[in-house]
């Protein structure tokens, strides 16, 4: 397919109120292949993952950098539909959390290439929009900060739709969202809900919907008259899961995909339980934006073109997360959450 030549970024492209915003330059990258970006704890994790011998019960994921990538065709008819700004600069920018672990989006066995589920799908609705992919990298704690800021056009980092996200963003949908307990293979008992965590010792990460719910899970078990679990933050996925290997933690809740991939590959952890991210409703997975940019509609619709032509449900495959397709997306706003 014909693709745009790339422009570069015009000053008045929602100007970053503050400098002290952006990433450093040298971890900015702009390319169509997935991104060379210098090693981190992340990314050596990933790749010690991938190596483990998954016993042949599990399908291998490709985890290497020279992957052959899944792109799809240009749709005039969505892209006319893209803000002026954007399709002026001939660019989408997209935030990614670097630090995530696979396979959503992480540093490949040759740690310098970002792969993953959530870099796959952009990828794809930049093709149908006819604009060319930028990827950019953030952490799960700056990503609003950032977007709000004017950094990114888009963020695909596993983010889960909220009532409090609703106030600032809009979003378009693209996942089902479920959580897991991962936990020492053969552990006593079995982690799902409040009741089985009382006086248990839970690793999460800080500022996520999995937090938020082990908050209200405590509660009822206060109310109840039980002892709470108690939380642990790590600051990287490889002293979670450190802890959870040498018996600091009973257990680790976070994203199924993640779990799903890590169990996959050791052979001295098991996942437990399958909980709605939403607990106690619903919520999805989605491509999250500045509220009120017009960017929103164009790209719900680029998505649910890329569900109709199946290179949506190629990169699911890939990534072994086809249990979590959407038949469609849709815009997901304050108004109309």
Known sequence: MTRPARARLRPTRRTVAAG???LPLGLLSACADPVAVPG???GDAAGAAASEDDGGTTPTIDTSG???????????????????????????RVG?????????????????????????????VADKLGLEFELRLTTWENWPLKLEGGEFDVVHANVGINAERLEKFDFASYRA???A?????????????????????????AATNQEKILVDWNAELEAAGRAPAELKNYSTEADTLLALGSGRVDGYLAPFPTQSFTASRRDDMEVQGRIDAGWP?????AATLPAGTG???????????????????????????????????????????
Do not use: C
């Open 20 to 22: 002290g915003l952006l």
């Open 66 to 92: 020279t992957q052959e990538l899944i792109r799809a065709e240009v749709d005039e008819e969505i892209a006319a539909l893209v803000p002026a700004e954007i399709a002026e600069s001939g660019v989408l």
């Open 96 to 124: 990614i959390n670097g630090a995530s672990p696979p396979p959503l989006s992480f540093l490949a066995d040759d740690n310098q290439t970002y792969i993953g589920s959530e870099i796959d799908i952009a990828r794809l």
């Open 177 to 179: 969202a479920y959580m």
């Open 281 to 285: 409703d619903q919520t999805l997975v």
């Open 40 to 42: 981190t704890a992340a």
């Open 181 to 205: 307990f991962l936990v020492q293979k053969g552990a006593e008992g079995w982690l799902e809900n409040a009741n089985t965590l009382s006086g248990k010792i839970i690793a999460v990460g």
């Open 295 to 337: 960017l929103a509609e164009p790209y719900a619709a680029a998505l649910n073109a890329v569900m109709a032509d199946g290179t949506y449900a190629q990169v699911l495959e890939r990534w072994q997360l086809s249990d979590e397709a959407l038949p469609e997306s849709r815009v997901h706003t304050k108004e109309n959450p």
